[in-house]
């Protein structure tokens, strides 16, 4: 069990000064545990964002005249101090998000290692140079460098659920290649967003380069989105903000990471036990509060019966609890947040779903619920639970399946469970996602590795070497000799 420090009020970051807003406002945050304040962050006026976000355009066009390799540099050192706090950061993931501290620790160590490739793969950026008579007509002594410059001014905004992570997925990428920074962590999480900065600083971050905003979104959602000096969002949340953000963004590129509604589909030749096991460990960690959690199970109707019984038991040894209790069930964010999704349990089984598996419900400590024989006319058929329950659908065919899959707004992830694998990659080409899993959980993956949603799930190309190429773009200098 972690032990709780005095809450207190983490101040943002500015020109490397840790300041309190002059408004004396602050934003409660409140662990999902047992209620308890955790601490507060500023409530910064807008006033105040607009200082951050010119003073890191001030600085933009220095940073990007640094040599590559001190970036890298800077970066390396950084991972280096997050490994050292991993103790101290880990412990406030738990109180902010209610994982337990293993994980939490666990993300502040994949952190690091995820800050270390980028650094290392920063490095290998380059440009290109274009003969001119490779076009008819071109003359050959026509010739363009293209360069790969930074877009200025980036604001990054992350999510609750891996608030050191999912934030510095962000800004790493956009350090090493030239960019300033505006970090806008999630409230919840705001103060692990705020130490893993700190360690940034520690590591020699040149100041004005980075700065972070907290405050109201009512305050300062709109208004920093829409700030004439930024050149570029990337953004990790719910799908209704990214997609206000896209249309309040207007003219400068945009990455967004959003909701998903990920199928398991499990044909008739599959290996049910590792299909069940891998459809548990993908839907009920972290109480299914991840983008890439398998949200509903297409199964086909010959073995579904058999599925439902090996899912059953898989969630039947699951350990309900709080992150104190290292429980693989934890409360879910804020009571908000479970209210909706026993709404949608309680509209599946008002319409004839049959619960496989389900327990007691504590304030925001839902028990994991199983529900079979959901059909297209339940609310959590199509709406993305965020949360501890998992949906199964019997279908008779496989382009039952893929109907339904291409019918949901969602395209983030999917997973197919079968031994034959012809069959894997022809439903893989007709799927409309992101990604595919072959007889895996729907995950993240490996940091290395492209990530992308389709649809309602996002846009753009996330992972260390795409998210690289994100945050530059083309500049061509062309030589008439």
């Known amino acids: 069990m972690t032990k709780q420090t005095e809450p207190a009020i983490h101040p943002f970051l500015y020109n490397n000064e840790w300041k309190e807003s002059a408004t004396g406002n602050t934003v409660d945050i409140y662990s999902p545990d047992n209620g308890n304040l955790v601490g507060s962050v500023p409530a910064m006026s807008q006033d105040e964002v607009n200082d951050a976000v010119n003073l890191t355009a001030d600085v933009q066009e220095n940073w990007a005249a640094t040599e590559v390799h001190e970036r ?11 490994d050292s706090m991993a103790d101290e950061i880990g412990a406030m993931i738990q109180l902010e998000v209610g994982k337990t501290f293993s994980s ?11 800050i270390r490739h980028t650094a290392e793969e920063g490095l290998r950026t380059h440009g290109s140079f274009i003969q001119g008579d490779a076009f008819p007509g071109a003359s050959r002594s026509t010739k363009a460098m293209v360069q790969k410059v930074p877009h200025g001014v980036v604001l990054a905004i992350s999510p609750f659920n891996y608030p050191v992570n999912l934030a510095a997925s962000k800004i790493a990428p956009a350090l090493v290649t030239g960019n300033t920074v505006v970090f806008k962590p999630a409230t919840q ?14 590591a020699g971050l040149p100041k004005g380069v980075l700065n972070i905003v907290t405050g109201r979104g009512s305050v300062i959602g709109d208004f920093v989105v829409t700030h004439d000096k930024l050149d570029m969002i990337t953004f990790t949340g719910g799908t209704a903000t990214g997609q206000h953000i896209a249309k309040q963004a207007s003219m400068i590129p945009v990455v967004l990471e959003l909701g998903g509604k990920d199928p398991a589909i499990v044909l008739s030749d599959a290996d049910l036990k590792k299909a069940a096991k891998e459809i548990v460990g993908g839907a ?34 699951l350990k309900v609890g709080y992150s104190t209790d290292d429980a693989d069930i934890i409360p879910m ?18 319409k004839g779903a049959t619960v496989v598996h389900t327990g007691a419900h504590e304030k925001n400590l839902l028990s994991p619920t199983v529900l079979d024989h959901v059909t297209e006319d339940m609310d959590v058929a199509w709406e ?56 895996g959980k729907t995950s993240r993956g490996p940091d290395h590795f ?12 996330q992972g260390i070497g795409r998210s690289i190429d994100s945050m530059l773009r083309d500049k061509v200098i062309v030589l008439n000799l």
């Open 333 to 350: 964010i804020d009571q908000k947040s479970a209210d909706f999704v026993t709404a949608l349990i309680d509209d599946a089984k008002a």
């Open 450 to 461: 492209p990530f992308l949603g389709v649809k309602n799930s996002g846009q753009g190309v």
């Open 284 to 317: 009920f960690s972290y109480s299914g509060q991840r983008c890439t959690a398998i949200k509903r199970v297409m199964v086909m109707n010959d073995v579904a019966d058999e599925l439902a019984e090996e899912i059953r038991s898989h969630v039947a040894n």
């Open 72 to 82: 890298s540099d800077l970066l390396h050192r950084w991972a280096d101090e997050l």
């Open 384 to 439: 993305e639970q965020f949360g501890p329950v998992l949906p199964i659908m019997r279908v008779e065919s496989e382009l039952e399946a893929i109907d339904l899959e291409k019918r949901n707004e969602y395209g983030l992830q999917a997973s197919i469970f079968t031994t034959d694998m012809e069959t894997a990659f022809t439903l893989s080409e007709r799927m409309n996602v992101g990604t595919v899993q072959i007889n």
């Open 189 to 202: 999480g705001a103060i692990s967003g705020i130490l893993m900065v700190k360690a940034l600083v520690k």
């Open 104 to 114: 939490a620790k666990s993300e502040v160590k994949r952190t690091a290692q995820l």
